[in-house]
């Protein structure tokens, strides 16, 4: 069975700048905004503020501009604000989530890149898991959500969450018989000399939170991934990667370990990013319902990015 576009969940309209600290002000007259900038932060040198625009932490009327020569005009707000351009491609990606399933006991939804599964420190709001309890709140205030697995930040694809906490133990405690195929789809570095190949270590996280590999099985947890060269094209190659084990960064270190890390990779070695993001998709779900056991099968188109590349 396979079901689509069930709905969208919309990000609520609302300036990201809200819930971050960093300073604001009002136009008065015509101006062009470094001009702006100078003369409302005389302490701020010229390159300090072009280097604010380069990070798009500045903002005019909560969208933000890396152009120095922008032309401003009386009304318009500019604000400054440390982070804010994460932020701000978060809650424009949140408007994108689609649910692509769902029933009384699941939800199957298509995350876009950019958008965090959970809440971090720093952002609570602009998460996958934030907007579905939105969601199935609006339709009982008592209502929840509980993460099954997560994606990364900058990966895209399918993902499932549990309606209760019943239903989330079950699949996680029974994951390995449960989940019947997860494959993604990675844009890598180089050309892969191998049709198909198996990677296998033992992979443990580190104190600053990048994951490691050893083929000592004392080091860590074992992890295996399989994969299937599509394309090669242009420097770059095309895989189809299927997971016998589900740890934490586990295709993106093992790419590495091959010497053909992600594009866009750059905390896995990558030195590229051609499409501005992490050549990362989840493309295929297949699992046993959690009641009835039947097989069900979700799977999402390859990302326009990737496939440009190899045209």
């Known amino acids: 069975m396979n079901r689509k576009g069930t709905g969208a969940v919309k990000g609520k309209e609302k300036n990201p700048s809200e819930n971050k600290k960093g300073a604001s002000f009002q136009v008065k007259e015509n101006t062009f905004l470094m001009e702006f900038l100078m003369a409302q932060m005389p302490g701020k040198s010229r390159s300090k503020i072009k280097l604010l625009l380069g990070r798009k932490q500045v903002l005019v009327d909560g969208k933000p501009i890396s152009q120095f020569n922008h032309a401003l005009t009386p009304g318009q707000k500019v604000e400054i604000s440390k982070g804010m351009q994460e932020t701000y491609r978060a809650v424009k990606q949140a408007r994108e989530l689609s649910i692509v399933y769902e029933d009384a006991e699941l939800i199957v939804i298509e995350k876009p890149a950019g958008l965090l599964s959970i809440g971090t420190e720093k952002e609570k709001r602009a998460t996958a898991y934030s907007l579905l309890s939105d969601y199935v709140k609006q339709q009982d205030p008592e209502n929840k959500i509980f ?25 996680q405690e029974l994951w390995v018989n449960t989940v ?29 939170f990048v994951v ?3 083929q000592n099985p004392k080091a860590g947890k074992k992890a295996v991934t399989n994969f299937k060269t599509l394309q ?27 010497g053909h890390s992600i594009i866009g990779d750059k905390k896995y070695g990558a030195t590229v990013s051609p499409i501005k993001r992490l050549g990362l998709h989840a493309q295929q779900l ?12 979700f799977e999402s188109k390859i990302p326009e990015e990737f496939l440009r590349l190899f045209k």
């Open 212 to 214: 490691h590999s050893s």
């Open 147 to 171: 993460v099954v697995h997560r994606l990364d930040r900058e990966t895209s694809g399918l993902m499932m969450f549990a309606k209760s906490e019943e239903i989330k133990y079950h699949l």
């Open 232 to 258: 090669r094209k242009r420097g770059y190659s095309l895989l189809k990667v299927n997971l016998d084990t589900g740890r934490k960064n586990q295709i993106r270190v093992h790419m590495q370990d091959i």
């Open 180 to 208: 019947i195929e997860r494959t993604y789809i990675a844009v890598v570095e180089g050309y892969v000399k191998e049709d198909e190949g198996v990677i296998s270590s033992y992979l443990v996280e580190g104190k600053t």
């Open 286 to 297: 297949s699992f046993a319902h959690p009641l009835s056991g039947k097989k069900i099968f």
